[in-house]
């Protein structure tokens, strides 16, 4: 891909992102008189926008388009209060903003070693009774230990290297089977990609798991097409496995250190809590099974 066509790119990332939160926020939610002509646009229009971040609206249609040279921290904050970004959302942002600069456009390419260390082998086959996956940032598996392969079984079974995205949206049936909670977990899983783009737009793998589920899945190009964007956090999850049942687990994420967008997750059941009497019964159901 040559260089003017990086820069088109990055153009389209900053102005889709911006066209869609604009999209997002009423006149009324601005605080802006009722007006009673017809709008033909859906949420604020970018004079709006630039009335309310005290900035010319010729000004705020080059940033939007991509086209405004460097603009400040101010202004960039100025548009998101505006906008009502959350903390996610204006990181991105001044992610996509940032690859405007020819600088970012010589960007490194996005890491490409996705083993685990041995150290973290070793961690995760130590968690004998909590549930344990490791993922990189285009939420490929890339390591997991005995009770986070039973707990997590359908995603290996999709053709293609293991991975969250591609059992969601390309065997939605048994995602749904899984996942009593699919929407949220969907929608999460296409905002963590997007954030995942925002910061390696070049990475050939992710274009490609992209470009795979937009191809065939239309749940994924609405969810994709939203722009939504939203970090990988702790949190819980609800699972309905045929062993243990419906069961809601919390987890932890923990950066890996040694590998660049590595995450481990472990499930984290409290300790005689109804949870973690099932994983200890899944992982005796597990040992005898082998």
Do not use: C
């Amino acid at each position: 891909m040559g260089r003017m066509d990086d820069r088109e790119a990055a153009r389209s990332a900053v102005r889709e992102f911006l066209t869609s939160r604009r999209g997002r926020i009423t006149p009324a939610d601005a605080g802006l008189p009722a007006q009673s002509t017809r709008r033909r646009v859906k949420g604020l229009r970018r004079e709006e926008v630039a009335l309310l971040a005290g900035m010319s609206p010729e000004y705020y249609v080059r940033l939007e388009r991509g086209q405004a040279t460097g603009p400040s921290a101010g202004v960039v904050d100025a548009v998101a209060a505006v906008l009502r970004l959350d903390a996610d959302e204006r990181a991105h942002l001044g992610r996509l903003l940032a690859a405007l600069t020819p600088e970012a456009r010589r960007r490194k390419p996005a890491p490409a070693a996705d083993p685990v260390t041995p150290g973290v082998r070793v961690l995760l086959d130590a968690l004998d009774h909590l549930p344990a996956v490791v993922l990189n940032a285009r939420l490929d598996v890339v390591a997991v230990n005995r009770l986070g392969r039973v707990l997590y079984a359908p995603v290996f079974d999709v053709p293609g290297p293991p991975n969250a995205a591609r059992l969601l949206f390309l065997d939605e049936p048994r995602a749904r089977e899984l996942f009593p909670h699919y929407d949220r977990i969907a929608a999460d899983t296409v905002a963590m990609l997007r954030i995942e783009a925002g910061r390696h737009p070049d990475d050939p793998r992710l274009l490609e798991l992209v470009g795979q589920l937009s191809t065939r899945s239309a749940g994924f190009r609405t969810r994709w097409a939203a722009n939504d964007v939203r970090a990988h956090r702790g949190g819980t999850k609800t699972f309905r496995h045929p062993v243990v049942g419906e069961i809601t687990l919390p987890y932890e994420n923990l950066a890996v250190d040694a590998a660049d967008g590595q995450v481990l997750t472990v499930f984290t059941p409290r300790p005689g809590s109804p949870e973690a009497d099932a994983m200890r019964l899944l992982a005796s159901w597990t040992a005898s099974a082998q």
